[in-house]
């Protein structure tokens, strides 16, 4: 069965630090990885997806992510946090060998950035 | 291109009664999903759809429950009868096709109050 772990419920970190919202998956096969964010009353936007190839992937915002296949990770960063970056962000798997379209998201991550 | 849209916004209701939840999806996406989202178990995947067929309704919690999409641009997602613990916000997402692993496109999500 396919499952995300996000380990932290909120990460703090000061404007102009650089940010880690870590990820966690299990997968049967190869994965589909993605984030996404939320600001308070919208939706889920996208930020990045991992789907093969280069294991760093760059994001919307300035935003990038590193897949690591033995540490089954994919965490989210950031070179210099904004402000503005202070939000839900969600990790998500799918499996690439079934069937089906069925993503899994993480319980997501509550991003607070301090001026 | 407008985005997935959902309707209403906001939704106050007693318990009971019937509540349906709207949702066109972006033009061209093959893809729809439904989704509920509270505190206490994060994001869940309801039920989606290809090419306007229902694939996999596992997530529904019960039978007072239920998801239709009538054709390409329109989608309904009823609760009949409602209860207090129905409440939450719901999220219709699109996507375009299956491969490449496309991201899903959130609509900004309908507030459901069951009191």
């Known amino acids: 069965a396919q499952s995300v772990a996000q380990p932290e419920d909120q990460v703090n970190v000061a404007e102009g630090n650089p940010l880690t919202v870590k990820c966690t998956y299990s997968v049967s096969g190869n994965p589909y990885l993605f984030w996404y964010v939320q600001y308070p009353n919208r939706g889920l936007q996208f930020l990045l997806k991992y789907i093969t190839g280069d294991n760093l992937v760059k994001g919307s915002y300035g935003f990038e992510a590193e897949f690591n296949k033995s540490q089954t990770s994919f965490h989210l960063k950031k070179p210099s946090a904004l402000v503005s970056d202070s939000a839900l962000y969600f990790c998500?798997?799918?499996?690439?060998?079934?069937?089906?379209?069925?993503?899994?998201f993480g319980a997501g991550t509550r991003l607070f950035v301090k001026a | 291109d407008a985005g997935v849209i959902q309707s209403p916004r906001h939704e106050v209701t007693e318990m009971g009664q019937e509540v349906t939840l709207r949702c066109k999806p972006i033009?061209?996406?093959?893809?729809l999903f439904w989704y509920r989202q509270t505190m206490m178990r994060g994001l869940e995947l309801l039920i989606y759809?290809?090419?306007?067929?229902?694939?996999?309704d596992s997530g529904m919690p019960e039978d007072r429950f239920s998801a239709k999409m009538p054709n390409a641009s329109f989608s309904t997602l009823k609760i009949q009868p409602s209860e207090p613990r129905d409440s939450a916000v719901y999220f219709c997402?699109?996507?375009?096709?299956?491969?490449?692993?496309?991201?899903?496109?959130f609509g900004p999500g309908t507030r459901l109050t069951v009191t």
């Open positions: 033009s061209g996406h093959d893809y």
């Open positions: 759809f290809n090419n306007n067929v229902p694939i996999d």
């Open positions: 997402a699109s996507s375009p096709h299956r491969e490449p692993p496309y991201e899903q496109y």
């Open positions: 998500a798997v799918r499996a690439s060998n079934t069937g089906g379209f069925k993503t899994i």
